[in-house]
């Protein structure tokens, strides 16, 4: 039997243009052939032939006749016609507060990056080769989301990756591209990264709203985005989310540094460098979320399953026997007349983990070395916590800081080898130069170790992205910058720059200049 399944989607950018990509999955069954020599002497080979297609281009209309649906001149009321049901012309403006039925949405980024031969006094299992390298990997996402009935809507993410993070995604704590996936392969190849359901429950009465007119709005309208559907929901509400996600989903948001696909690449200022969050190697989970948000603050919670063994590609399939909780309070301020947040974070991770010390003395005991985790784990919780800052200065110029500590005690659970860490930087958008849908960034990070971290890498341990083999302590510090060009809203090309200082908390290394390039587009 053979069969091909794909599936693809058209955007348009301007009035005559519009951008294309296609997905095609082709098997062409299992082939046999039979060899016979003539002499009782039989070879039978089997081929099974399977190709992943994928495919884009650009296309010119002309002609009124041939307008694209949702391109500027059909769209000037303001309405994405891309987004599901919603294309077209004509609609009035009131037809746009009616809640979507269903979205579709899509990203495929593409990262190259590379660095010059450096100095190094040596290379380890985990370093960057000191020799120079450069790697090319991909993410290409498909956000698909279904109302169910009122304030329920259920979302489903496929993602194709391909190709390696720099390095094959090893050699500083603060590792240098958070938009490629950490399991690099050579073929393209596809998993189910999201699957969960949201429900919003309003918590503003109708009546509230009649009595109360000069109040300000008790209500707001979602804008249709990835794992989002728009429309009017109360200010006061409850959100819940089940299913797999995430844990950044959710906690830890910064509209000034948290989307790789848009802005900073260095999981510094993506996220708090000390937040071990529940996660298998590709950076998502099962979990509950709950949020109740109000004018001014939100308060959040959730529990997330960690992975079967720390930095695994399974996540425990049994609830709670190894499972992280974690609480977020965020409040919404105006300083000086620019608005800004603030958010605290605390979370714990209960799981068979080891503790450094315990590992440390086996290896002593046992003469096993260099020492391994794998040789002390038992159940234990590591905990850790942070804030997370921003601040509008002016508009279209804000600031973001984070700060954040974990119990260095423990083996990374999840994410990645810091134990404090503070980031910090300023993100600019080009309206402040005439260009729309260009973006300026440039951040600084200080990240450390406790000191039983520092003895195991010392000895020639390793971890999830880090482990030279020797250890010259020092903290990891990185520096990033970049310059988005925006093509429209939807497509861009992005130049980034990122010092390392001390990769790897090693003094005896480094430093490392990587120079990386994006490619992004978006519907």
Known sequence: MKYAIGAGFEYAFADN?????????????????????????????????????????????????????????????????????????????????????????????????????????????????????????STTNLFLGLRLWEGAAAYLNPEIDQGYGLANSVGAAAYVNSAVAKVGRTAPYMRFQRYFLRQIIGLDEDGERERDPDQGSHSEVLESTQNQISGKVDKNRIVVTLGKFAVGDVFDDNVYAHDPTTGFLNFAFNTMG?????????????????????????ARGGVFQLPTIPNGFDIEPQIFRQFMGVVEFEARYDLFGQPGAIKFLAYGDNGYISKIDDVIRYAYLAGDFPPRFDTARGRAVKTGGGINIKQ???????????????????????????????SMGVVAAGALWGRDDDEIGVAGALGGLHGDRVRYFG??????????????????????????????????????????????????????????LRLRAAF
């Open 392 to 422: 509008q200065i002016v508009p279209n110029l804000g600031f973001f800081l984070r700060a954040s500590m974990a119990d260095g005690r423990y083996e990374t659970v999840a994410y990645t080898d810091v134990d404090r860490q503070l």
């Open 17 to 137: 243009w519009s951008a294309r990509a296609e997905y095609l999955f082709l098997n062409q069954s299992l082939n046999t052939q039979v060899f016979d020599n003539g002499e009782n002497f039989i070879y039978v080979s089997r081929i099974r032939n399977e190709n992943h297609l994928l495919r884009f281009g650009i296309n010119f209309h002309f002609g009124d006749d041939n307008r694209i649906p949702g391109s500027i001149e059909y769209g000037r009321n303001g309405h994405n016609g891309g987004n599901g049901h919603n294309g077209g012309s004509g609609e009035s403006a009131d037809t746009h507060d009616a809640p979507e039925l269903y979205s579709v949405h899509g990203q495929t980024t593409h990262v190259a990056q590379g660095y010059p031969r450096f100095r190094a006094l040596y290379d380890g299992p985990n370093s960057f080769p000191s020799g120079g390298k450069a790697n090319v990997g």
């Open 274 to 298: 000390a937040f071990d969050y529940a996660a298998d190697a590709w950076g998502y989970t099962y979990g509950l979320a709950a949020e109740w948000k109000q004018d001014w603050w939100t």
């Open 459 to 516: 000895l020639g341990g390793t971890s999830v992205y880090i482990g030279d083999g020797a250890l010259s302590y020092a903290g990891e510090k990185n520096m990033e910058a970049y310059y988005k060009i925006g093509f429209g809203k939807n497509i861009d090309a992005t130049f980034d720059y990122q010092l390392l200082v001390n990769p790897a908390h090693n003094s005896a290394r480094g430093p490392i200049n990587v120079f990386g």
